[in-house]
């Protein structure tokens, strides 16, 4: 494997949703334990990209909702 082959040590951040596929240098990667396999195939990684839209939107979300329910405490608490 070269060194710019992703592993099964990538940090959890590039991986998407806990699966074993990662995003590096603008490219998914199917990973296991021992290999990497590089996805080409168009309508596979254009569903990732959507995929991986949808929850980097869904991270957001809850990230809002969070800081609304901490100010809510916080006006609250006064």
Request: proline share 5%; net charge positive; hydrophobic share 35%.
């Amino acid at each position: 494997m070269s060194s710019n082959t992703p592993s099964s040590s990538a940090p959890r951040s590039e991986r998407l949703a806990n699966s074993p596929v990662v995003r590096r240098g603008g490219q998914w990667w199917l990973v296991t334990g021992s290999r990497s396999i590089l996805s080409t195939d168009p309508t596979f990684t254009g569903e990732l990209d959507r995929f991986a839209a949808a929850m980097a939107a869904a991270d957001q979300a809850v990230a809002e909702l969070r800081t609304q329910k901490r100010e809510s405490v916080r006006r609250d608490a006064r």
